[in-house]
């Protein structure tokens, strides 16, 4: 009998390694777009992205606010800083 992954450490990883994923392909936009137009993009996907979500259930709005809110803390909020991804292989 095989034991499901616990869904909170399987979103980790896979957040983990999302990360990681965009932490490659970001230099190679950044080379080719100011950063700004590259988190305009950015911003951009995540918006609909959480419109989606909110769509179809997978969240609920006060859920994608919360995380737009984050978002906005991690932006402007001196004290609050970014959680660091791993780099693979550590």
Do not use: W
């Not at 809110?69 to 001196?78: F, G, H, P, S, T």
């Amino acid at each position: 009998m095989s034991i499901s992954p616990d869904p909170d450490e399987l979103f980790d990883r896979q957040l983990r390694d999302c990360t990681v994923d965009l932490n490659g392909i970001l230099p190679g936009l950044a080379a080719r777009y100011s950063p700004v137009a590259v988190i305009a993009a950015l911003a951009t996907h995540v918006g609909g992205g959480l419109k989606i979500c909110v769509e179809q259930g997978v969240c609920t709005r006060d859920q994608a606010r919360n995380l737009v809110q984050l978002l906005e803390r991690l932006a402007l909020d001196k004290d609050c800083v970014p959680p660091r991804a791993p780099r693979r292989g550590v």
